[in-house]
Structures are given as structure tokens and as C-alpha cells.
């Protein structure tokens, strides 16, 4: 049995008036989805923990088969072991967001999506400014970076820029032990980057500047059992940010670049589709992560995130489908790792729909016909009557034992009563 685990990041939503009442996952095109979900079963499962902030550092191991409540150590060493930085016993990584703020509130998150050159310039030369023997400053991809601090505290409490959008910044900067420093760096970055080249350029271009770095969600480097430990399978994991990657090395899972993946609307849909299936026909294994609807849901743009969770129908499980009689018996699991409401801007903490698939191979050129019929969506989800209340614990349903066949019950993980 060949397995495929896609994760349309943040692709849940809630209705909203300008789509007639529906989701963007009820108004999108899915034929495919659609036909897994004829086919398979369908729920809805909770990603986040109680008490836990629901961010893809949280929901991504959940549903990769991990409890956050025993593993997660913060963000920044996930996204460092991501980069490939291996962190020492003494030093604690953070992430470190290029972001825009307007008087006394954060405007973006992600300084307009600043470009990758455009990022880096700007962060080698805060390390070159800021850094020393005990703080380094390294650049990752768009407004996505990383500040390593060596002897540091992760005890510090710090919020994602992304949760305070249009919220005062001054009332949500980093508290507890270790503050002052982090407060001082941020300080002097707004002070480096006030007249910085790049910044100069993009509001020639009338574009939103990286006028601050954000530090927070910092950690030490956990300890888990990777796949082959906990569940006897090897694979890859095919993600164009630092946080997916993180994860799969975790887990163990080889990691697949695949050229133009840009975790943003205009990444290589086709391309990942394509990695899957060729990574297929050796692993037992592919984990593809797809940012670009959870983009669209910050940025509230319902339009990109319709076309966003279209273009992963069409180009990734379409892709798994048209090649499953070459790879043999497949199954497939789809689920975002949590809701970003385009009227939120922001992740939410509800259950998130999961569909799960069991196909077996058949002929070139005999696939079923496509019909009318329930799609992937939340309230389908929430139809099923089906909820998973621990959501590290889908794998464990999804994965079969070695060499079993595939039985009728298993394409349904035991329902439970949904939750009051």
C-alpha cells in the first residue's frame, strides 16, 4: 500500500455572504476531491489542541501523528532544522518575520510578501548590524526568517505578527525572561531599516516596506521517534517553507524541493503534483504541504484562496489519481492542518474537514466516471456525524498494519458524537 498525505494549509473556512452563504471550499471546483469523498469517507477532526495557539507549527505536527502537547518547543527550531541549521544545546532559535507597522499597529505580517533577494539583502545586513558572538541573524524566504541566539531564554512568551493584524504592536511585544534583549534588537531594526535600500526601492514602487523584524515563537530542537520508529514507513515530504521541512526531518521523511515552489499564489502546483507521483513509485510515502490558501485567508482574499485550493485539486490529487494504476493500491488523506478564515485573517481553532480515500489499482483508461454527489467541504464534514477529537491520532487509523488488505471498516476512523 502506497500512501499520500496532502495538506492544503489553512484551506478551511466559514460561510460568507459574498459567496451566497458557502465556503470557498464549497464554491471551488473539485472534481477529484469530490470523487474521494464519494468514494472514501469524509469528517471533520481537531488539529489544535485545548490551550494551544492554532498555527502550523501546532496543527502541522498534530496531524502528521505527533501529540504538541508532548513535543512542541516553539517554531524557530523547526524552521532552523528546516534551513538545515543544526542547533546546539545552548542556542535557541526564533522566528524572525520582516514586517510592516503604521504608527502604532502592524500593518503586514510579511512586509507586503517582500521578495526572497529583497529579504535576504535585508537580513545579512541586520546580522552584519546587529549580530555577535551570542545572537545571528540568517535569511530564509520572503519575510520568513530566523535570529539564533546563543545562551538565550525560550521561556520568553512571544505571539505571531499574523494573530495581531491591525492590532497596537507595542501591547503584544515579547514578555518574560530574556525580554529586554529581544525588545532592544527589535527596536534598533526599526532604526536600520528606516532609510534601508530595499526599503527605499519598494516605495518607489508604492509597496509595503519591512520596517521591523517580529522575534517570537522561540525553542529548543525536540526529541520524537521518526516514521520508521512509529509507524514502519519511509517517504519524502514535498513543502516549500522552512516549517514543513522541519517537520518532515523530524519525522524522518527525505526532503523534495521542487523548482518554483514559493509557499505563496504562485508556487508550482503542478510540480508537487508531479514530485508525489514520482516519489511514489519508491516510497512508501508522500506528505505535500501546500501554503498558498492559508495565504489567501491573511490577506482575505477570497478569489486566490478559491483558486488556490483549485489549482491543488487539478494539478495534486488529480495528478495522484490519473497515476494510481501505475503505483497500485493507493490511499490518500486530505486535511488542512487548521481553518484561515478570509474574514478572520487569522487561524481558528474549529475542526477542519479530512477526507480519506483507499483506491486499488485499475485499468489505463478506466477510471470511474465523475457524478454528482457530497463534496469536500466543512459542513460535509460536519454531516458525517464523524469527529476526530485528538487529531495525532488519524494516522494511526490511516496507516494499515504491513501487508494487510484493505477492509471495508477502515476507510472510517470510529465515529464519535460531535462535540456540543
Same mark, same amino acid.
Given at each position: 500500500?502506497?500512501?499520500?498525505?496532502? %495538506?492544503?494549509?489553512?484551506?478551511?473556512?466559514?460561510?460568507?455572504?459574498?459567496?451566497?452563504?458557502?465556503?470557498?471550499?464549497? !464554491?471551488?471546483?473539485?472534481?477529484?476531491?469530490?470523487?474521494?469523498?464519494?468514494?472514501?469517507?469524509?469528517?471533520?477532526?481537531?488539529?489544535?489542541?485545548?490551550?494551544?495557539?492554532?498555527?502550523?507549527?501546532?496543527?502541522?505536527?498534530?496531524?502528521?501523528?505527533? #501529540?504538541?502537547?508532548?513535543?512542541?518547543?516553539?517554531?524557530?527550531?523547526?524552521?532552523?532544522?528546516?534551513?538545515?541549521?543544526?542547533?546546539?544545546?545552548?542556542?535557541?532559535?526564533?522566528?524572525?518575520?520582516?514586517?510592516? %507597522?503604521?504608527?502604532?499597529?502592524? #500593518?503586514?505580517?510579511?512586509?507586503?510578501?517582500?521578495?526572497?533577494?529583497?529579504?535576504?539583502?535585508?537580513?545579512?545586513?541586520?546580522?552584519?548590524?546587529?549580530?555577535?558572538?551570542?545572537?545571528?541573524?540568517?535569511?530564509?524566504?520572503?519575510?520568513?526568517?530566523?535570529?539564533?541566539?546563543?545562551?538565550?531564554?525560550?521561556?520568553?512568551?512571544?505571539?505571531?505578527?499574523?494573530?495581531?493584524?491591525?492590532?497596537?504592536?507595542?501591547?503584544?511585544?515579547?514578555?518574560?525572561?530574556?525580554?529586554?534583549?529581544?525588545?532592544?534588537?527589535?527596536?534598533?531594526?526599526?532604526?536600520?531599516?528606516?532609510?534601508?535600500?530595499?526599503?527605499?526601492a519598494r516605495r518607489m514602487k508604492k509597496l509595503k516596506v519591512a520596517n521591523m523584524i517580529w522575534l517570537w515563537s522561540p525553542g529548543r530542537l525536540p526529541s520524537m521517534p521518526d516514521y520508521r520508529t512509529k509507524f514502519g514507513l519511509g517517504g519524502v515530504m514535498i513543502t516549500a517553507v522552512n516549517i514543513g521541512r522541519?517537520?518532515?526531518?523530524?519525522?524522518?521523511?527525505?526532503? %523534495?524541493?521542487?523548482?518554483?515552489?514559493?509557499?505563496?499564489?504562485?508556487?508550482?502546483?503542478?510540480?508537487?503534483?508531479?514530485?508525489?507521483?514520482?516519489?511514489?513509485?519508491?516510497?512508501?510515502?508522500?506528505? !505535500?504541504?501546500?501554503?498558498?490558501?492559508?495565504?489567501?485567508?491573511?490577506?482575505?482574499?477570497?478569489?486566490?484562496?478559491?483558486?488556490?485550493?483549485?489549482?491543488?485539486?487539478?494539478?495534486?490529487?488529480?495528478?495522484?489519481?490519473?497515476?494510481?494504476?501505475?503505483?497500485?493500491?493507493?490511499?490518500?488523506?486530505?486535511?488542512?492542518?487548521?481553518?484561515?478564515?478570509?474574514?478572520?485573517?487569522?487561524?481558528?481553532?474549529?475542526?477542519?474537514?479530512? !477526507?480519506?480515500?483507499?483506491?486499488?489499482?485499475?485499468?489505463?483508461?478506466?477510471?470511474?466516471?465523475?457524478?454528482?454527489?457530497?463534496?469536500?467541504?466543512?459542513?460535509?464534514?460536519?454531516?458525517?456525524?464523524?469527529? !476526530?477529537?485528538?487529531?495525532?491520532?488519524?494516522? #494511526?487509523?490511516?496507516?494499515?498494519?504491513?501487508?494487510?488488505? %484493505?477492509?471495508?471498516?477502515?476507510?472510517?476512523?470510529?465515529?464519535?458524537?460531535?462535540?456540543?
Amino acid at each position: 500500500m502506497k500512501y499520500a498525505l496532502i %495538506v492544503p494549509d489553512g484551506a478551511a473556512d466559514r460561510p460568507l455572504a459574498e459567496l451566497g452563504g458557502k465556503t470557498p471550499l464549497q !464554491v471551488a471546483k473539485t472534481p477529484n476531491l469530490d470523487r474521494l469523498v464519494r468514494e472514501g469517507s469524509i469528517g471533520l477532526v481537531r488539529t489544535c489542541p485545548t490551550g494551544m495557539t492554532p498555527g502550523t507549527e501546532v496543527c502541522l505536527m498534530d496531524l502528521m501523528g505527533y #501529540d504538541p502537547r508532548e513535543y512542541f518547543r516553539g517554531r524557530g527550531p523547526l524552521e532552523a532544522l528546516g534551513e538545515g541549521i543544526e542547533l546546539k544545546k545552548s542556542e535557541v532559535a526564533f522566528r524572525c518575520n520582516l514586517v510592516t %507597522v503604521q504608527g502604532e499597529l502592524l #500593518d503586514d505580517y510579511s512586509a507586503g510578501h517582500i521578495t526572497d533577494a529583497e529579504g535576504k539583502e535585508i537580513i545579512q545586513m541586520l546580522d552584519k548590524r546587529l549580530g555577535s558572538d551570542e545572537i545571528r541573524f540568517l535569511p530564509g524566504a520572503s519575510y520568513r526568517h530566523l535570529m539564533i541566539w546563543r545562551g538565550g531564554s525560550d521561556e520568553v512568551k512571544t505571539i505571531g505578527p499574523h494573530h495581531i493584524m491591525g492590532q497596537p504592536w507595542k501591547a503584544n511585544l515579547p514578555k518574560g525572561k530574556g525580554e529586554a534583549k529581544l525588545l532592544q534588537m527589535m527596536e534598533d531594526s526599526r532604526v536600520l531599516l528606516m532609510g534601508h535600500e530595499v526599503n527605499r526601492a519598494r516605495r518607489m514602487k508604492k509597496l509595503k516596506v519591512a520596517n521591523m523584524i517580529w522575534l517570537w515563537s522561540p525553542g529548543r530542537l525536540p526529541s520524537m521517534p521518526d516514521y520508521r520508529t512509529k509507524f514502519g514507513l519511509g517517504g519524502v515530504m514535498i513543502t516549500a517553507v522552512n516549517i514543513g521541512r522541519g517537520m518532515g526531518k523530524l519525522a524522518g521523511l527525505e526532503i %523534495v524541493k521542487v523548482p518554483g515552489a514559493t509557499g505563496y499564489f504562485d508556487t508550482n502546483y503542478k510540480g508537487k503534483g508531479d514530485a508525489a507521483v514520482k516519489a511514489l513509485k519508491t516510497n512508501d510515502l508522500a506528505v !505535500v504541504h501546500i501554503e498558498a490558501p492559508d495565504e489567501a485567508g491573511h490577506d482575505g482574499n477570497v478569489a486566490e484562496k478559491v483558486r488556490a485550493i483549485e489549482a491543488v485539486d487539478e494539478f495534486v490529487i488529480g495528478a495522484l489519481l490519473k497515476a494510481q494504476p501505475k503505483l497500485g493500491a493507493l490511499s490518500i488523506l486530505v486535511l488542512p492542518d487548521h481553518a484561515t478564515p478570509v474574514e478572520v485573517k487569522n487561524h481558528t481553532d474549529e475542526p477542519v474537514p479530512f !477526507v480519506i480515500w483507499r483506491g486499488q489499482p485499475v485499468p489505463a483508461g478506466k477510471m470511474p466516471a465523475m457524478e454528482e454527489g457530497p463534496g469536500f467541504d466543512e459542513a460535509a464534514g460536519a454531516a458525517s456525524g464523524v469527529i !476526530v477529537e485528538e487529531g495525532w491520532t488519524l494516522l #494511526d487509523r490511516f496507516f494499515l498494519p504491513r501487508g494487510a488488505s %484493505v477492509p471495508a471498516e477502515a476507510a472510517d476512523p470510529p465515529a464519535t458524537p460531535p462535540a456540543a
